[in-house]
């Protein structure tokens, strides 16, 4: 069973930052290719970052330049680093990788940022 567990949310003023975790297990997570997703209050789950298994990144044009997401293999983590937060970063975070066909997610992290 793939699971998947982020943590690091929490409540942080604007220009703060947050590094956001997530835990893998039941997979080769060296194998898996990792996204970050949020999704605001009313708003669509959008994707916000991804990184493949050679590390290779790629990010949404709302957060380049201050989000910076990395794994680490051995720790089967995937991170997300986020520099510079404004009010509307405000979310739920979530990541997200597939197994054997299917999409799994996380149960998301709270991320509030106040202005």
């Known amino acids: 069973q793939v699971q998947l567990v982020e943590s690091g949310g929490g409540l942080v003023q604007a220009g703060g930052s947050l590094r956001l975790s997530c835990a893998v297990s039941g997979t080769i997570f060296s194998s898996k290719a990792m996204v970050w997703a949020r999704q605001a209050p009313g708003k669509q789950r959008e994707l916000v970052a991804t990184?493949?298994?050679?590390?290779?990144?790629n990010y949404a044009a709302a957060v380049k330049g201050r989000f910076t997401i990395s794994r680490v293999n051995r720790e089967n983590t995937v991170y997300l680093q986020i520099d510079s937060l404004k009010p509307e970063d405000t979310a739920v975070y979530y990541c997200?990788?597939?197994?054997?066909?299917?999409?799994?997610w996380g149960q998301g992290t709270q991320v509030t940022v106040s202005s």
């Open positions: 997200n990788t597939y197994h054997l066909g299917r999409q799994y």
């Open positions: 990184i493949d298994t050679g590390g290779s990144t």
